[in-house]
């Protein structure tokens, strides 16, 4: 096991993130926390006779369709799109479409930048890991952007050799691209690198078909489920990750 790099999964893994964080609406009697509460006053600019209550129903069912879709062919379209079509649904005008679909989707990204969450025991051991392994990034995120910010808010960039985003690859995990892309910005074989992640449909079926073990962060401690093909490591959280690795180191 002479691994000489680790990619690492954005979130679930490397940042948190609670959608509780965020601020609540109030659609069909219940309350919701999107970012959309936010973006009221942005949305009514560009759609001034469409209450926010619809644009968020119409962003749910294009994100349900646009998730399906990708269940069979992994291709990753960027968020402004789904906010294009969300948009296109409730009658946003042909020559203003494009532009409000990308000014509402940065902004629903700021407002998702703005409460994730890194926490010291994970910068820890990046600080650890940084001068023995190379690191890289592997990330399904619709927005490039957006996951630089996050690396950029909490000072993560400096400890990474390497940054895959779906989004900028047009594919997601579990396509084996987004791990390919990873090892050759970072000159490995699979067989020196370990991937971690704490999606073991994605994760582990990219890291599995481009050939790279798994270390998986079962963070609700159910165990790997039935008929899943198993990973090499099975974690609670990320700081365990030292103890594998300095397993495998021999120390």
């Given at each position: 096991m002479a691994w000489r790099g680790v990619l690492l999964d954005l979130f679930g893994t490397l940042i948190g993130f609670d959608v509780r964080d965020l601020p609540t609406l109030t659609i069909g009697g219940g309350t919701v926390h999107t970012?959309?509460?936010?973006?009221?006053?942005?949305?009514?600019a560009w759609l001034p006779r469409v209450p926010i209550e619809e644009l968020f129903e119409a962003l749910a069912t294009v994100s349900e369709e646009m998730a399906r879709a990708r269940g069979y062919d992994h291709v990753e379209l960027p968020s402004r799109e789904r906010f294009r079509r969300a948009l296109e649904r409730v009658g946003c005008d042909d020559g203003a479409l494009a532009e409000a679909a990308v000014q509402l989707s940065r902004a629903?990204?700021?407002?998702?930048v703005g409460v994730t969450r890194f926490p010291a025991s994970h910068r820890a051991l990046l600080e650890a890991l940084r001068p023995r392994y190379r690191l890289a990034l592997v990330s399904n995120f619709d927005d490039t952007g957006a996951a630089y910010d996050i690396l950029v808010r909490h000072d993560i960039l400096r400890f990474l050799d390497a940054v895959v985003v779906s989004e900028g690859v047009g594919l997601r995990k579990p396509h084996p691209a987004l791990v390919r892309?990873?090892?050759?910005?970072?000159?490995?074989?699979?067989?020196?690198?370990?991937?971690?992640?704490?999606?073991?449909?994605?994760?582990?079926?990219?890291?599995?078909?481009?050939?790279?073990?798994?270390a998986w962060i079962d963070a609700a401690g159910g165990g790997v489920p039935a008929g899943a093909p198993p990973p090499r490591f099975v974690l609670r959280t990320l700081p365990e990750l030292a103890d594998v690795l300095a397993g495998a180191d021999g120390r």
């Open positions: 970012t959309l509460a936010g973006l009221a006053p942005l949305a009514r629903h990204m700021r407002a998702i892309a990873a090892l050759q910005s970072l000159d490995l074989p699979p067989e020196a690198a370990l991937f971690v992640g704490d999606n073991l449909v994605e994760d582990g079926g990219a890291a599995r078909a481009a050939g790279v073990d798994l």
